[in-house]
């Protein structure tokens, strides 16, 4: 347990450099570059979860239970 834990504070550490570091090439681009706040991430989900979301998971049994899996994250 204790890897799986290191393993997914590293991760997440490096997910965040890696936001940083695109945001800052789309951003010497001339791109917009926005943070998400809560509220439009939530409205973002419900929209996903009726739309693309479904689609997958009614494409069989396997992606049904991985974006069930993915969803309790």
Known sequence: ???GEEAETFGQE???KDDA???EIFGKAGAGIHDIDSAALEKWKAIAAASAW??????????????KLAEAV
């Open 1 to 3: 347990m204790k890897a």
């Open 14 to 16: 490096q997910a965040k």
């Open 21 to 23: 570091a695109v945001a």
């Open 54 to 67: 479904k689609d997958y998971a009614d494409k069989g049994e396997s992606c049904a239970e991985l974006l």
